[in-house]
C-alpha cells in the first residue's frame, strides 16, 4: 500500500503543477498572488498563515533529518547537530546573492546526489521484481487501519507538499515565452513536461526509499526496524556492502539540504505573494529556522531519538493537512472562464481536478475523526 500511496501522490503532484503552469501562463500572477487578488483580506492572511504552518512542518523535518545525518557521519550529538542547522542559513544567503539559476543548480545537484545514493542502495538490495509489481496494486486497508492512514497521509504531504506548489508557479513566472495564445500554450507543455520529469524521478527516490527497505529489512526478519537510526546499523551488515550505511546517510544529509533551500525560497515568495511584504532573506530564515528548532530541540532531550522520528513522521502529515488550502483555490482559478478564458480547465479536466482536491480532504478529515475516537476511547 505504501507504494500505491507514492503513486497516487505524484499524479496529484503532477495535476497540481500542472494546473499551476496554467494559471501562471494566463494570468501572469502566480498562487499566492492569485489568491491575494482574488480573496479578501482575511481570508489571503489565513491562507498564509497555513502556509507558513506547513513551511514551519517541512523545515522541522530538515532540521531532525540533517541532525539524525550529521550524528550518524560524524557521531555529533542530535541535539548539537539541530544547533548546528541553523547556519545553513548562511548557505542559503551566499546561493540567493549569487542568483537564482546557480541557486536551481544546486538543487538539481543535491536531488541527483539522494537519487544516486538509493539507486546504489537498490541494486545492493536486489530486491523481488514480482513483490516490487505488487505492492504498487492499491488497497483499502488504509481506511480502516488508522496507522497505515497515517503513514499514507505523510507520504502524501511529503510529495505534494504544498509550500512546494506555490514555489512552482513563482518559478514558472521566470521561463520565458511568447506573449500569445500558442506561445502560451507552448510554454504550458514544456512546463508540463519539466514537471512530468522531475516528478517522474521523485517517484523513484520515494519508492526506492520504500523498496530498499523492503528488501532489506522484511525479508530478513527485521520488520521492527523503524528509526532511521536502526536502519542505518543493519544496512551494512545485512547487506554484506561495506559503505551501504553511510551512503544512506549522506542521502539523508542531501535530502535536508535540498529542503532547506526550497523551503527558503517558498517561505519568501508566500509572504510577498500574500502579503505583499518583503523581508530581508536572513531575517525570514532565522524565523522560520528558529520556529523549527525550538520543538525538535525540546524533543530530542526529553524523548531522544524515538521521539525526533515521530516528529518527523507527524511533520509530513501536518503538510498534508495543509494541502487542501492550497490545492482547492488553484482548481478554483482554473476552471473559471473568466481568469482563465480559453486556458480554462475543459469539464474532464474539471471533474479530475475537483476528485483530487476532494480525495485529500476526505483522507485528512477521515484520519482527524480517527484520531479523535481514539483519544475519546
Same mark, same amino acid.
Given at each position: 500500500w505504501?507504494?500505491?500511496?507514492?503513486?497516487?501522490?505524484?499524479?496529484?503532484?503532477?495535476?497540481?503543477?500542472?494546473?499551476?503552469?496554467?494559471?501562471?501562463?494566463?494570468?501572469?500572477?502566480?498562487?499566492?498572488?492569485?489568491?491575494?487578488?482574488?480573496?479578501?483580506?482575511?481570508?489571503?492572511?489565513? /491562507?498564509?498563515?497555513?502556509c507558513?504552518?506547513?513551511?514551519?512542518?517541512?523545515?522541522? =523535518?530538515?532540521?531532525?533529518?540533517? =541532525?539524525?545525518?550529521?550524528?550518524?557521519?560524524?557521531h555529533?550529538?542530535?541535539?548539537?547537530?539541530?544547533?548546528?542547522?541553523?547556519?545553513?542559513?548562511?548557505?542559503?544567503? @551566499?546561493?540567493?546573492?549569487?542568483?537564482?539559476?546557480?541557486?536551481? =543548480?544546486?538543487?538539481? +545537484?543535491?536531488?541527483? +546526489?539522494?537519487?544516486?545514493?538509493?539507486?546504489f542502495?537498490?541494486?545492493?538490495?536486489?530486491?523481488s521484481?514480482?513483490g516490487?509489481?505488487?505492492g504498487?496494486?492499491?488497497?483499502?486497508?488504509?481506511?480502516?487501519?488508522?496507522?497505515?492512514?497515517?503513514?499514507?497521509?505523510?507520504?502524501l504531504?511529503? +510529495?505534494?507538499?504544498?509550500?512546494?506548489?506555490?514555489l512552482? *508557479?513563482?518559478?514558472?513566472?521566470?521561463?520565458?515565452?511568447?506573449? %500569445?495564445?500558442?506561445?502560451?500554450?507552448?510554454?504550458?507543455?514544456?512546463?508540463?513536461?519539466?514537471?512530468?520529469?522531475?516528478?517522474?524521478?521523485?517517484?523513484?527516490?520515494?519508492?526506492?526509499?520504500?523498496?530498499?527497505?523492503?528488501?532489506?529489512?522484511?525479508?530478513?526478519?527485521?520488520? #521492527?526496524?523503524?528509526?532511521?537510526?536502526?536502519?542505518y546499523? /543493519?544496512?551494512?551488515?545485512?547487506?554484506?556492502?561495506?559503505?551501504?550505511?553511510?551512503?544512506?546517510?549522506?542521502?539523508?544529509?542531501? *535530502?535536508?539540504?535540498?529542503s532547506?533551500? %526550497?523551503?527558503?525560497?517558498?517561505?519568501?515568495?508566500?509572504?510577498?505573494?500574500?502579503?505583499?511584504?518583503?523581508?530581508?532573506?536572513?531575517?525570514r530564515?532565522?524565523?522560520?529556522?528558529?520556529?523549527?528548532?525550538?520543538?525538535?530541540?525540546?524533543?530530542?532531550?526529553?524523548?531522544?531519538?524515538? #521521539? +525526533?522520528?515521530?516528529?518527523? @513522521? /507527524?511533520?509530513?502529515?501536518?503538510l498534508?493537512?495543509?494541502?487542501?488550502?492550497?490545492?482547492i483555490?488553484?482548481?478554483?482559478f482554473?476552471s473559471?472562464?473568466?481568469?482563465? #478564458?480559453?486556458?480554462?480547465?475543459?469539464?474532464?479536466?474539471?471533474?479530475?481536478?475537483?476528485?483530487?482536491? @476532494?480525495?485529500?480532504?476526505?483522507?485528512?478529515?477521515?484520519?482527524? @475523526?480517527?484520531?479523535f475516537? #481514539?483519544?475519546?476511547a
Open positions: 505504501c507504494p500505491s500511496s507514492i503513486v497516487s501522490s505524484n499524479l496529484l503532484a503532477l495535476l497540481s503543477t500542472a494546473l499551476a503552469s496554467k494559471l501562471v501562463f494566463r494570468t501572469g500572477r502566480d498562487r499566492a498572488q492569485a489568491c491575494r487578488d482574488h480573496y479578501s483580506r482575511p481570508v489571503s492572511i489565513a /491562507l498564509w498563515l497555513g507558513e504552518v506547513a513551511i514551519a512542518a517541512c523545515d522541522l =523535518a530538515e532540521v531532525i533529518g540533517s =541532525a539524525i545525518a550529521l550524528n550518524l557521519l560524524f555529533i550529538p542530535l541535539t548539537w547537530g539541530i544547533i548546528l542547522t541553523a547556519l545553513d542559513v548562511m548557505m542559503v544567503l @551566499v546561493l540567493q546573492h549569487r542568483g537564482f539559476r546557480l541557486l536551481e =543548480a544546486v538543487v538539481i +545537484t543535491l536531488v541527483a +546526489t539522494v537519487g544516486a545514493c538509493f539507486f542502495e537498490l541494486i545492493i538490495s536486489r530486491p521484481l514480482a516490487v509489481a505488487h504498487f496494486i492499491p488497497t483499502t486497508d488504509i481506511f480502516t487501519d488508522r496507522d497505515k492512514l497515517y503513514i499514507a497521509i505523510g507520504i504531504g511529503a +510529495t505534494v507538499m504544498p509550500h512546494n506548489l506555490y512552482h *508557479s513563482s518559478i514558472v513566472q521566470t521561463r520565458r515565452y511568447e506573449e %500569445t495564445v500558442a506561445g502560451k500554450r507552448e510554454a504550458v507543455r514544456f512546463a508540463f513536461i519539466d514537471s512530468t520529469i522531475a516528478l517522474t524521478f521523485a517517484l523513484f527516490i520515494n519508492a526506492a526509499i520504500l523498496i530498499v527497505a523492503a528488501a532489506t529489512f522484511y525479508t530478513t526478519g527485521h520488520q #521492527g526496524v523503524a528509526e532511521i537510526q536502526d536502519a546499523k /543493519l544496512l551494512t551488515p545485512l547487506l554484506g556492502v561495506s559503505g551501504a550505511s553511510a551512503v544512506f546517510a549522506l542521502a539523508l544529509l542531501a *535530502s535536508g539540504q535540498n532547506t533551500l %526550497t523551503g527558503t525560497l517558498a517561505g519568501q515568495i508566500v509572504m510577498e505573494g500574500f502579503l505583499d511584504l518583503r523581508l530581508r532573506p536572513w531575517v530564515r532565522l524565523i522560520t529556522r528558529g520556529i523549527a528548532i525550538v520543538p525538535a530541540i525540546i524533543v530530542s532531550v526529553i524523548a531522544g531519538e524515538s #521521539g +525526533t522520528a515521530k516528529l518527523l @513522521v /507527524l511533520s509530513q502529515v501536518i498534508s493537512l495543509q494541502l487542501s488550502f492550497a490545492v483555490p488553484l482548481v478554483q482554473t473559471d472562464p473568466r481568469k482563465m #478564458g480559453e486556458f480554462a480547465n475543459a469539464k474532464w479536466l474539471r471533474v479530475a481536478a475537483w476528485s483530487a482536491a @476532494v480525495v485529500i480532504a476526505s483522507l485528512n478529515l477521515w484520519l482527524l @475523526v480517527q484520531t475516537q #481514539g483519544w475519546l
